[in-house]
DNA sequence: GCAAACAGAATGCTCATTCGGTTTTATTTG
DNA sequence: CAAATAAAACCGAATGAGCATTCTGTTTGC
């Protein structure tokens, strides 16, 4: 496709951008929902790790690396961009709460403060399989998985019963979002 | 200072960042040096995450961006840029082993790997930092240090002598290196 | 008064965008 | 079914802005 073919579907770089984050945006959607309704979570979090970070092509990483740098000079771009983000990190923090709910898991830390950590970890394995060629993330993605489990502190199902187990620990539990 | 002026002082573009990486790595080598004879080697860890990624201004942080993407088209920035990251690595490679031999660490992974996962929550941190008007590293800065912590599984020095305790694990002793 | 340090205009290249024309695709008509 | 035609998709050259670098001349410090 040459350049001024580009300009058929889209008005402007800006415009190609914001559709490019659209489709990513999407495409992460969808890997959510399979992580959100995952029996393990840490399992399909690893799974997705797995497939961002190790499996897909490290030219992907650059060009959101690019999308970010652009992002810093124009403040439309910062607002898709940005707008992504808040995206992901606001269904990591639903995620975590319902999974608090119900009992799943028991967080060291505050859930804020854990998506902030999260975001450390995807970010750093971003941005190292982004820029260095000889990047291994298969071989941190294990530990990188321990650690949050071990942030997560999750809760074994009750492996007799069928029935979900209820939440009894002593906090307060979550109303539902909104 | 004028575009053109900088030229007198530098022959190109790709002169010019190189002597800011070199600055930049002697910089790291002089923090690097009190961390290594710190006596509380966290606690040192957490002041220089706190300077790098809390302190100084995120314009650095995202010039180092620049510079990552530049690398990823200009095969000599590339090697001055993955060369200062490579000499950190060293750096903190070395530390680990030199901390392994003097018992003051038994991490729970092999070093090589450790190295890789301090990549990625410097890594993650560096770039949050970078593209995030919002980020707030401070608020993660001491969970990383903690899981960090846990990853090295340091050992107390005994509290009451004055000698440095020697390793008694029944791990093989490093030898100096080189 | 002289050498180093600097500014700012000039040069040539890259890139975003536009535009005129051409191929492909779909639809209509004989 | 084939020819005709309209519309969409596309290419590649042209335009113009921005950036790396050079050059010429001016300022600054000694």
């Known amino acids: 496709m040459s350049p001024g073919a580009l300009y058929v579907y889209f008005d402007s770089k800006e415009a190609l951008i914001a559709g490019l984050c659209e489709r990513d945006r999407a495409e992460f959607a969808e890997r959510f929902a399979t992580l959100a309704t995952a029996p393990d979570f840490l399992k399909a979090l690893a799974a997705i790790g797995e497939h961002?970070?190790?499996?897909?092509?490290?030219?992907?990483?650059?060009?959101?690396?690019?999308?970010?740098?652009?992002?810093?000079?124009?403040?439309?771009?910062?607002?898709?961009?940005?707008?992504?983000?808040?995206?992901?990190?606001?269904?990591?923090?639903?995620?975590?709460?319902?999974?608090?709910?119900?009992?799943?898991?028991?967080?060291?830390?505050?859930?804020p403060t854990l998506v902030k950590v999260f975001n450390v970890f995807g970010d750093g394995m971003f941005w190292r399989r982004a820029i260095d060629p000889d990047a291994d993330i298969g071989a941190v993605l294990p530990v990188v998985i321990e650690l949050i489990g071990g942030l997560l502190n999750p809760k074994k199902a009750a492996p007799a019963r069928r029935s979900r187990p209820r939440s009894k620990t002593k906090t307060a539990t979550r109303e539902a979002r909104q």
């Open 52 to 111: 961002y970070f190790v499996n897909e092509a490290a030219e992907k990483q650059r060009f959101v690396v690019e999308m970010g740098i652009e992002a810093t000079r124009n403040p439309r771009i910062s607002e898709i961009f940005m707008g992504v983000d808040k995206y992901c990190n606001d269904a990591f923090e639903a995620l975590f709460h319902r999974l608090e709910d119900e009992g799943r898991i028991a967080p060291l830390v505050d859930i």
